[in-house]
Structures are given as C-alpha cells and as structure tokens.
C-alpha cells in the first residue's frame, strides 16, 4: 500500500510541472505591460522600470521560468502588490472559510444526491426516476450565483429566517445560520452531480450476477441495497466528486461573492479589481495545487473502498 | 474517388434523428431553444420599450401593466433589456463555443494523427487545463484581457478547447489505420487533406454533440463573468450583468434579479437537456439504456 501511495505521489509532479508551465505561458500571453498595467498611463519611466525589475521581467525568459518554478515549488508563490504580504499568507487567512463551506457543501449534496440517486436507479422509469433526473438536471443548469440570489430572495429577503450578510460570526448558533445559505447553495449543486452518477452507477451494480445471487439467497431489500450494492456503486461516484471539486470551487467564488463571505472568491474579485497580477498568478498555483492534490487524494481513496484496485 | 472513400466509416445522423425523435424531453429542450433564439433575432420588433430608455420617473418600479417585468433603477424596462439580453448570451455562447470547437478539434486530430511524443506533449497540457476549474480559468483570462466582447469570447473560448480535443483524439486514431485512409495515403493525398476530407467528417456528429452541451457551459460562464463585472460592459443588456444590477437592490426590488436568472436558467437547462438527448444518441451504449 505504501508504495502505491508513493508511486502516485510521484505521479502527480509531472502534472504540477505542467501546471505550472501552463500558468507560466498564460500570464505571459498577456498583451501589453503588466507594468503600466498596475501602475497606470501617467507612472513615470522610472518607476516602470522599477516595477519591471522587481517582477523579474527585465531577465530572459528561460531565466523568468526557472526562477518561477524554483520558487513555487518551495512555496514561495510571490507577495500580493496591494498588501505586500505573501500570496500564502493572504490564502491561509481566508482558506479556512472556503474549506469549512465547501465540507458543508459536500455533506448537503452527499445527503441529498446518494439517497435520491439510489431511489431513482430503483424505481427506473417510474416518477421518482424521472423526477430525480429533472431535479438533477436543473441543478447542472443553475450558474452558482443564480441558485445563490433565488435562495436569498426566498430565505433572506422574502421568509426573513436567515440573514443575507454571512460574514464570520463569533456565537456558534449565529455562525450555522451564516454558512446554511452558502453551503445550501453550493450543496444543491453538489447533490444533482451526486445524483446523476449515484443513478447510473446504481444501475450497473444493480444488473450484476452478484445481486441477482444475493437477491435469490433471500437477502432483504435494505440490506441488498445498502450492504451489497451501494458500497460498489461509490467508486464512480467519489470519482466524480473528485473530478467536480474544480467546479465546485469554482462556484464557491461566485457563492462567497453573493453572500459577501470572506474566502478564496473575494480574495479573488479583490485580486482583479486591484489589478494585482502577482497575487492573481499565485493564486493560480495555489488552485492548481489544490486540485493536484484533491485528484491524488481521490486516487488514493480507491484503494480503501475497493480492495481489488491495485496502482500497477 | 474522394467522395467514395468518405462514405466507409458508418455516418450516425439517421440515429440521432431516430433518437430524438423518441425522447419526448428534448422537444421540450428544442422549443424552449427556439422560442429562445426566435426572442434574440426579433428582439427589434419584440420588446416593448427601448432597452437604453432611461426615465427617472418611473425608476425601480414593480411590475404593472405598462412594464410588465417592472423596471431598473434607472427606469429602463426589464422586460425590454430581458428579451435583448438573450442576443449577447447567445452570440457569447455560439460564437466560443465555435471557436473552440475548431481550435480544440483541430489540435485533437492533429495529436491523434501526428502521435508520438507531439501526442504525448499536447495531452499532457489539454489534460492540465481539463483539471483546472473552467470557471476560474475564464476569470482570470477575461481579467487579464481586460472586459470587452472580444475578449469574453476569448477567454471562454480558451477554456474549453480542451475536451474537444479530447474528444476528436481518440477517433482520429482509430480511423488513421482504417483501409480508406489507407487507400488516400495510397492515392498521395497529403496528410492536410487525409485529416481535413477523410478524418473530420467520421467525428464531425460526436464533435457538435458536445457542442451543444458545452453552449450551455459557455452562456453559463459569459453569465457569472458578466456578473462579476467582467463581461460587456454597461449599458448594453446582459443576463448577467442584469442580475449584478438586481442583486444590489435586492432587498428592495426582488424583480430585478428574478427575470434574468430564470432567463439563464431555461435558457441552460433547455441546451442540457437537448445535448443529454443528443449524447444519448450517439452513444450506443446509452441509447440502449435510454430505451429500455
């Protein structure tokens, strides 16, 4: 177990040195001069110059490169241009925010989705089915920041039970009532992606001899679906959370943005409406990272659910 | 002779139609599509009022008679700014989505064809854009770019070229070593035209599936870029920009928000369920479990 746990710890550095130079590429694309885009028409030439020196810009451009990589791999991923503190600094400040909305988010759509996707795959075409798959379907539809304003026209403004600020709060009853809009909203996203592949994993698992054996031993309805057919339908299923986590991410910007919640997306919006090209370069590593990590780690968790996966 | 070689690869137009003809869903989807972009080419003879008017007297009004979706806070109808709203999240939509489809077929095929370590290379980077957030991609893009129209379509553009590369890889290896390209090899036809005349069209129906269901993703994104103040820039109507407008007076005049989310909404979900239906179809697998 062990090696396989390093051969894909191992596997994952190509994948971040690419990253890497993808990232490295893109903010390099950019037209014109990142120079006198932070400092503005009127900055005299010598505070450009400045300015170019200090980004490095002035040095060729494998030299530019070298010193990039070199520097995010031992995590210095540069200092914000507004705050002057470190991008790592300005993101652990705020990561626990996002983390804490996007567990609450992954929670409410594992209630919601595994139970609904499960109940759909066993009523097939029956209206549960079609209902879970209208339900899921304009879950996948909803932009986050669409679901995020109808929850708090309803919740909010119209039945006034939840607040439509959810900044931090220091009481623990105050501070539920603040993350339940945000994290409902992103779980309702969540939950139809759960949904959809909980179904159709089901289904699959569901038309395997071994069910039919089980079934014809006598094994009560319950027990087939909960002890024999949902624990093999999950693999796929924490596949895809895997694979949605960039997603999901993504619409907790425009989630925190909504609910003006501290976090990763105003530590973003603020990057962009500063024109802070360094803190929004660092960012980037910081997401890639993130997601290299999350995909490893969805890797690994194979392992645990499914004995027979092997890494060879 | 070209023409003959073309046709030994099976086309599947015939089965999507049969599909589709069958799941009774996606009518729905085509409708609502068509009532949709029926709104954006007649917005001229459709909306009632002006979507630039301003008129001070009638600002934040609620719905009524007169303006029948309420209207700003600068007194423009909604319903107006709703129904030319639709021309630019579908153009946005249409056009990158266009683009990337060209763009990332073309780098799929060529991948596919070429192979070796130019394979190896290229997938390795459509794989590292796959795995990062479309969203955040495009955000930061857009940002960089500065915000403008063109530079929406760019950056959303950029985004998704990666699954239609993706896409018309795995094909393009498969069909290489069939005898038709074969025989066009043969024949000394160059390798621009093999991919272009004799590789393209035996994937041309799986690449515009996934067309429709990454339009949706596109208005989706130009909707949330938009909202976020990077999209077109006011006063010109944008779904997203509206709702950017709604939510600051949100806790005054709920109907400013409301009418363009449901816009995005119907508008996404009836491309998902017309690229659900679609992708149904062409993939045998599916289609048979669709059926039963």
Partial sequence: MIRHV???????????????????????????????????????????????SQLGLNEPIHVQYVDFLARALSGDFGRSMTSGRTVLEEVLQVLPYTLELTAAALFIGALLGLPLGTWAALRRNAWPDYASRIISLTGLSLPGFVSAILLLLVFAVHLRWLPVMSAAASDPVDHLR??????????????????????????????????????????????????????????????????????????????????????????????????????????????????????????????????????? | ????????????????????????????????????????????????????????????????????????????????????????????????????MFVGSTIGILAGYIGGLFDQIVMGIVDVMLAFPTLLLGLMIAAMLGANLENLIIAIAFTEMAP??????????????????????????????????????NMASDVVVMGSLWMASAIRMEASLSFIGLGVQPPTPTWGGMIREGFENILTAWWLAIFPSLAILVTVLALNILGDALRDAIDPKLRSENAA
């Avoid at chain 2, 498969?174 to 024949?187: C, H, I, P, S, Y």
């Fill in chain 2, 164 to 201: 239609f590369a993706r896409v018309a890889r795995a094909p393009t290896i498969g069909l290489k070593e069939r005898d038709f390209v074969e025989a066009g090899r043969a024949l000394g036809f160059g390798p621009l035209r093999i991919m272009g005349v004799h590789i393209l069209p």
């Fill in chain 2, 1 to 100: 002779m070209a023409d003959t070689t073309t046709l030994s690869a099976p086309r599947r137009s015939n089965a999507i139609l049969a599909t589709l003809r069958q799941n009774k869903l996606s009518w729905v989807g085509l409708a609502l599509l068509a009532a949709i972009v029926f709104m954006a080419v007649f917005a001229p003879l459709l909306a009632p009022h002006d979507p630039l008017q301003q008129n001070i007297i009638h600002r934040l009004e609620p719905p009524s008679a007169e303006f029948l979706l309420g209207t700003d806070s600068f007194g423009r109808d909604v319903l107006s700014r709703l129904i030319y709203g639709a021309r630019i999240s579908l153009m946005v939509g249409f056009v990158a989505v266009a683009i990337a």
């Fill in chain 1, 6 to 52: 390093i051969k894909r710890l191992l596997l994952a550095v190509p994948t971040l040195l690419a990253m890497l130079t993808v990232i490295f590429v893109l903010v390099r694309l950019v037209p014109g001069d990142p120079a006198i885009a932070m400092l503005g028409d009127q900055a005299t030439e010598a505070s450009l110059q400045a300015m170019r």
């Fill in chain 1, 178 to 312: 603040n993350l339940a809009l945000p994290a409902l909203n992103l779980g309702i996203i969540m939950a139809a992606y759960i949904t959809r592949v909980t179904r159709s994993s089901m289904l699959n698992v569901l038309g395997e001899d071994y069910i039919r054996t089980a079934r014809a031993k006598g094994v009560s309805q319950t027990r087939l679906v909960l002890r024999h057919a949902l624990r093999n339908a999950l693999v796929p299923v924490v596949t895809v959370v895997g694979l949605y986590f960039g997603t999901l991410i993504g619409n907790s910007v425009l989630t925190e943005i909504v609910f003006t919640r501290p976090g990763l997306g105003k530590l973003i919006l603020g990057a962009l409406t500063s024109r802070d090209y360094t803190l929004l370069q660092g960012l980037m590593v910081v997401f890639a990272a993130f997601i290299i990590t999350v995909n490893t780690l969805t890797d690994l968790a194979y392992g645990l659910i499914d004995p027979r996966v092997t890494y060879d």
